[in-house]
């Protein structure tokens, strides 16, 4: 494997610009026409000005995954050893419902006793007096609050705990009961409220409204504005680094891959405006060993977009001079088979896939994993979200409640409340992933079962293995990172040959990458 891998980044994080639209106007990104003819060893520039506006205050991510928690262990063991939320049927009566008996529990009292007076703020007596007794003096002074949290108003916890309810009762199909407390929570909640839990429960109530109204009327797919969607990632690349870092260490690791090749081939399971790729094009460009011939196959749902994608990535890569094809499809890497992809004898294979929850962009994964074996990659990397897409309602109630109050916290830490990015970015891609894992996806709705976590499917297979994430990889990773203020709370792990991205202890986004034992 390539061990000189470093400039990856160094060369091209310097032209990540923040930009707006048009995406393809490369002089506003900063992406050089004609390659630098020596070293692209270029210094990175910190191109977000710290500017964490209510840091102290996110707490919402912390909370929830205590009393989610607490809520998994009050659950009766239905099923043995393995691992469920899935409610019994006989539990939609309050009276015996443990769950919804803790919950209640745990809401506060609706005019609290406040005894405690820190730093200006109140903290709420709970009425539970064994949490009471949780709160506890730090080492620097500072108090910790209901199970070790504090700082967090009483009116979210309590649209938090409301929506938590509402979960309880939609999973053993009480809708009259949830839709009683949806109309409660969408008058409460706003998208655009000044704390991250007001913000998520409006989301969330918004998502399971439509879970309700399907279970009445019918499952239904909502339409996809897909330039929408493509604009707010766009932002979002701009604002978190997820993204980037998604980019960056998948192209490491196909570079790595594709050292001394002089026919190589990549295939993008979701191409979306291929913003992934200048920057692999502008390394693989100034090669010492020379350019590759550079073929690109990009999956996607609409053929205008695909077009419009291929032909900027070709004008891009004649600038420099880099030989390149694109080729279109329109369809799910799950629906199609191996003749359509087009592989050519000689042809070094990468798979490359981004993996999201706004849309199911590769269809039944049982059919894309045969698809995969059957092309036998020299390399396949793969981002996944540390979410669930599968299992009961209130499996991924819980898992994506977690998950996306940690993303909300994130942004909410380093966006005020009313920038126009930040809610283009909530409304636009995490609200269409909230809807689409708890309205329209699960396998009573969709009929196929998504495995939990690929990385795990593809360790198990005998025809593939890992590739560690190369120390070059993690130095990337930190040079991303280090573009955000440390402050922030941004934390990457690397372990068991992956890199892990995520907010204070969650991790959020999880970079891997594997090889076919039979590619050459």
């Known amino acids: 494997m390539m061990k000189g891998g470093f400039e990856v980044v160094n060369g091209a994080l310097d032209m990540m610009q923040p930009h707006h639209e048009p995406i393809w106007d490369y002089s506003s990104v900063g992406y050089p026409v004609n390659p630098p003819s020596n070293s692209l060893l270029i210094p990175v520039k910190p191109m977000i000005e710290n500017r964490c506006v209510n840091l102290e205050r996110n707490e919402l991510s912390e909370w929830v995954e205590n009393i989610t928690k607490q809520l998994i262990d009050d659950l009766p063991d239905s099923t043995g050893s393995d691992y469920?939320?899935?409610?019994?049927?006989?539990?939609?009566?309050e009276d015996n419902n443990p769950v919804a008996s803790f919950l209640s529990e745990l809401r506060p009292r609706k005019t609290p006793r406040r005894s405690n007076y820190v730093d200006g703020e109140d903290l709420i007596q709970w009425s539970n007096n064994e949490l009471e007794n949780q709160t506890n003096v730090c080492e620097n002074g500072s108090v910790v609050g209901i199970r070790g949290l504090s700082r967090l108003d009483e009116q979210g916890l309590s649209l938090i705990t409301l929506l938590?309810?509402?979960a309880v009762a939609?999973?053993?199909?009480?809708l009259g009961?949830?839709?009683?407390m949806l109309l409660e929570l969408t008058q409460m909640a706003s998208p655009y409220g000044p704390s991250c839990a007001e913000r998520v429960v409006a989301y969330f109530a918004k998502a399971m409204s439509s879970r309700v109204i399907n279970s009445w009327l019918g499952i239904c797919s909502p339409l996809i504005n897909h330039k929408s969607v493509h604009c707010a990632f766009q932002v979002f690349n701009n604002v978190s680094p997820f993204i980037k870092f998604a980019h960056f260490t998948s192209n490491q690791a196909i570079l790595e891959a594709f050292h001394r090749?002089?026919?190589?081939?990549?295939?993008?399971?979701?191409i979306m405006q291929g913003l992934q790729w200048p920057a692999l094009f502008h390394i693989l460009a100034t090669r010492l060993e020379g350019p590759p011939h550079l073929r690109m196959t990009g999956m996607g749902t609409s053929m205008d977009i695909l077009l419009e994608t291929g032909k900027q990535l070709s004008n891009f890569a004649k600038r420099l001079g880099l030989s390149f094809e694109f080729h279109p499809i329109a369809k799910k890497f799950g629906e199609v088979d191996a003749s359509m992809l087009q592989l050519r004898q000689g042809e070094t294979l990468a798979v490359h896939w981004l993996q999201h929850s706004m849309y199911d962009a590769t269809g039944p994964d049982w059919k894309t994993m045969r698809l995969v074996e059957e092309l036998s990659p020299r390399i396949i990397t793969l981002v996944e979200q540390e979410i669930c897409h599968g299992g009961s309602f209130l499996d991924r109630f819980v898992g994506s409640l977690h998950y996306y109050s940690t993303m909300f916290d994130s942004l909410g830490a380093y966006l005020p409340s009313d920038d126009a990015g930040r809610h283009r970015v909530e409304h636009c891609l995490l609200y269409r992933e909230i809807n689409n894992i708890l309205a329209i996806g699960g396998p009573a709705r969709s009929?196929?079962?998504k495995l939990r976590q690929w990385r795990h499917e593809l360790a198990a297979r005998n025809n593939f293995g890992q590739v560690g994430m190369s120390s070059n990889s993690m130095a990337q990773a930190q040079l991303i990172l280090n573009m955000f203020p440390p402050a922030h709370g941004y934390s990457l792990v690397q372990g068991d040959g992956t890199l892990m991205l995520g907010w204070k202890d969650t991790s959020l986004f999880t970079a891997s990458a594997w090889t076919s034992l039979a590619s050459r």
């Open 170 to 174: 939609i999973s053993v199909d009480n």
């Open 84 to 93: 469920s939320l899935q409610a019994d049927s006989t539990m939609v009566c």
């Open 447 to 449: 009929g196929d079962d």
């Open 164 to 166: 938590l309810e509402c």
């Open 261 to 270: 090749r002089d026919r190589v081939h990549i295939i993008d399971l979701d």
């Open 177 to 180: 009961e949830a839709h009683r």
